[in-house]
């Protein structure tokens, strides 16, 4: 069983590329949608046409100088407004059909490396278009239109089929990117307002579980109260007698309320477990969890559901460890809960300089943290113990014992 959860702990630990699942989920989270911006720097592929004029390999290279500024602009201007304010309107497609056009007469008139002018309407095209049906027309009748100019110029068949291949590759790839943004973007936002509702949902329910348990009890206080307050100038006895039953009835108010907290703020063991295996994991730290024995009463598995968090709290803030063991036995009617860490061990702190030791301080064990010192006296209530301290092997050790029993305080 150690095995497994060894295994499974360090499968947790990496995902995707190397990435923890808490690293993988803050990039998620910080993901932003595109504005094109990363689109721009494919205008780098107007240098191949752009070393054809500036050889003057081109007949008039004034005129295909020109036409090559006019797509540059063109380009840009697509796929701003593609991102922009006005991405919904009918600006982003005519700038497109612009774009197109150019890119046509140009591939038309000189051929050769301006046909790679039809791979950036392509992408322009996966900005633009708004639906499945459109971009998938659009991107056909480009990569055909590639395609034909391609085979005017005698370009090959190879090089035809690449280019009408890229061409609409090109303009896919774009298109399912941007989309994929929109959907995170989506997710992260129904995420939200699905904790918010859970939230607000857990409060309407606290709160009205709250005026369940309560309003009965403080209303039967106030008419107790009352028939106190006017027996008593003339029956002192039975005056006492309604003030002795509101002190009980506020008793047992008050037992109701710590049974609701107790059960609202804490969960079994398992869960527990199930946490601390994932903040272990998320923290890169590798856990080795045995179990052995027969089943716990909820109550003692409610106790050591609170030692498995503060114990597991205290390796992923001060430890400094890679490996961590939860042992947990029950045997012989007592319940033995272990965490050990292979840590830098307990914090030392310099100690006051006393006159025995010639004025020079010494070192000390930190004192044990408050919620080590609440769990001892928790459990010591119970009728078990906690021991905190160093371990044998290096790190730091945590060692619970409760005794098994459904009359467990809790």
């Not at 295909?64 to 991405?87: M, N, Q």
């Not at 639906?131 to 395609?147: D, F, I, V, Y």
């Not at 280019?163 to 990117?177: A, D």
């Not at 949902?201 to 403080?218: A, I, K, P």
């Amino acid at each position: 069983m150690a095995k497994t959860k060894d295994q499974a702990g360090r499968q947790c630990r990496r995902t995707w590329w190397g990435r923890g699942p808490m690293e993988f989920e803050q990039e998620i989270e910080h993901l932003k949608a595109p504005d094109g911006g990363a689109l721009i720097p494919w205008l780098l592929m107007v240098i191949g046409p752009g070393t054809d004029v500036v050889k003057g390999e081109v007949p008039v290279p004034w005129l295909a100088a020109s036409g090559l500024a006019v797509f540059c602009v063109l380009y840009v201007s697509t796929i701003r407004s593609a991102f922009g304010g006005r991405r919904t309107g009918p600006l982003p497609f005519r700038l497109l059909c612009a774009l197109g056009a150019v890119a046509l007469s140009l591939s038309l008139g000189y051929g050769g490396n301006f046909m790679l002018l039809f791979v950036l309407v392509s992408l322009c095209a996966g900005c633009v278009t708004r639906s499945r049906r459109q971009l998938g027309a659009t991107l056909t009748l480009l990569s055909a239109t590639a395609g034909c100019v391609s085979g005017m110029h005698h370009g090959g068949f190879w090089s035809t089929a690449s280019l009408s291949y890229g061409t609409f590759l090109s303009g896919l790839v774009v298109s399912v990117i941007i989309t994929l943004f929109h959907a995170v973007d989506q997710l992260k936002s129904t995420r939200q307002e699905l904790a918010r509702s859970a939230v607000a949902e857990e409060r309407l329910r606290f709160s009205r579980d709250l005026h369940d348990l309560l309003g009965h009890t403080l209303s039967v206080v106030v008419v107790k109260a009352e028939a106190a307050r006017r027996l008593a100038p003339r029956d002192l006895e039975a005056a006492l007698t309604q003030v002795g039953d509101i002190e009980s009835v506020g008793r047992q108010a008050l037992t109701e309320i710590r049974e609701a907290v107790t059960g609202y703020r804490e969960g079994s063991l398992s869960t527990e477990l199930d946490r601390a295996r994932s903040a272990l994991a998320a923290s890169d730290i590798e856990v080795v969890l045995h179990e052995s024995g027969p089943p716990l009463p909820p109550q003692t598995e409610a106790l050591l559901g609170w030692v498995v968090r503060e114990g597991v709290t205290n390796v992923v803030r001060h430890s400094g460890a890679t490996l961590t063991r939860i042992e947990l036995h029950s045997a012989d009617g007592q319940a033995h809960l272990t965490i050990t860490d292979n840590g830098h061990g307990p914090a030392a702190a310099p100690s006051p300089a006393s006159p025995a030791s010639g004025g020079t301080a010494t070192l000390r064990s930190a004192r044990t943290g408050t919620g080590l010192r609440g769990l001892t006296e928790r459990l010591a209530a119970a009728g078990g113990s906690l021991t905190s301290g160093a371990a044998a092997a290096g790190g730091f050790r945590v060692a619970a014992v409760l005794p098994v029993g459904e009359d467990t305080a809790a």
